[in-house]
Nanobody
Framework: EVQLVESGGGLVQAGGSLRLSCAASGFTFDDYAMCWFRQAPGKEREGISCISSNDGSTVYADSVKGRFTISSDNAKNTVYLQMNSLKPEDTAVYYC????????????????????WGKGTLVTVSS
């Protein structure tokens, strides 16, 4: 059974930091690109960051570039999203996703129907 389990969400003040984790199981982690999406209340879902499976290249949406960092630990089948300088507009449910093949770069996955989705973790940034 494929599972993507997010953790690390919560309430934080503007300017603060959070680190999201996503533990993956049930598929060959090394073959998949891992991405984070988010959906804010009343807004469309948005792809915000991906890490490719072949070379570990990363991509970020303009809205988070320079503040968020995606990384992965293939030995632990886990992907992370370090979020710094959080803003109230970052408030959203954050989803961990996976897709194969994982070697595309750039923002390919942002508009792609990802293979697997986690249930999401809520991040609330207060002003």
């Amino acid at each position: 059974e494929v599972q993507l389990v997010e953790s690390g969400g919560g309430l934080v003040q503007a300017g603060g930091s959070l680190r999201l984790s996503c533990a993956a199981s049930g598929f060959t982690f090394d073959d998949y690109a891992m991405c984070w999406f988010r959906q804010a209340p009343g807004k469309e879902r948005e792809g915000i960051s991906c890490i490719s499976s072949n070379d570990g290249s990363t991509v970020y949406a303009d809205s988070v570039k320079g503040r968020f960092t995606i990384s992965s630990d293939n030995a632990k089948n886990t992907v992370y999203l370090q979020m710094n300088s959080l803003k109230p507009e970052d408030t959203a449910v954050y989803y961990c996703t996976a897709d194969r093949p994982g070697y595309y770069s750039g923002s390919y996955y942002f508009d792609h129907a990802m293979d697997y989705w986690g249930k999401g973790t809520l991040v609330t940034v207060s002003s």
